[in-house]
């Protein structure tokens, strides 16, 4: 049993939650997020939520503006309409002061209204009953195209001169080979956003296969040979 094996329906998540508005990064259902958190706000965030249900909601702020925004203390830039929430499963203090926590990702949620609170974070009520099926662990991944997405990897891998744990890659089940990519994926906010909010696994799948493509093409516009 792990830990988010607690959280079998959407009434045993919070109806409001503490916000981490972090440009660039997604967390999925079951996947992990490794965070170096340093700013006293988010300090102060970690702390209280070891105090209490250990989740934080990882959300993208919305739009290039409200990525800049994001980077000052004392603004409150708009999310996007999407986030996915997170246990912290691993906690480490450092000498300087910093913390590396690591969330494991539990659910998507629908933000909401955000609440009127004296803490420095940010908290916002939240809505899960559109993501319930992220609460099964590996939900339709039997129909996960994993041939297509092995073989666009090993161009991508081959074309930058990257390695990979193809071992790992082996034993792990299509949920994690396609969420654990696209956490790790080298796309921009837009597109990660676009790959949190896919549908189903197989859709997030094909999205991802669909940008690694046009990755390469770019690379390699006069001899491309991705079908």
Known sequence: MTFTDQYRSTEDLPG???????AGAI?????????NIFE?????MVDDALRGERIIGMVQPD??????????????????GVGCAGR????????DGRVVITLT???????????????????????????????IAGHEQDAVSREKL???????L????????????KLSSNETLVNSLCTISPYGPREKQALLEARTLEDRNQMLIALTEQALRELSPGDATVQ
């Open 16 to 22: 409001a939650i503490p916000v981490f508005p972090l």
């Open 27 to 35: 967390l999925l259902p079951r996947g992990q997020l490794p965070l």
């Open 40 to 44: 006293p706000r988010y300090l102060k």
């Open 63 to 80: 739009g290039e503006a409200a990525i800049l925004a994001s980077q000052m203390p004392d603004r409150s830039p708009p999310l996007c």
């Open 88 to 95: 912290i499963t691993s906690f480490a203090e450092t000498g």
């Open 105 to 135: 990702g539990i659910s998507r949620f629908r933000t909401g209204t955000e609440l009127t609170a004296m803490t420095p974070y940010r908290q916002c009520e939240v809505s899960w009953d559109e993501f319930a099926d992220d609460l």
């Open 150 to 156: 092995l073989e666009i990897l090993k161009e991508y």
């Open 158 to 169: 081959d074309t930058h001169g990257l390695q990979a744990d193809w071992r790992a890659i």
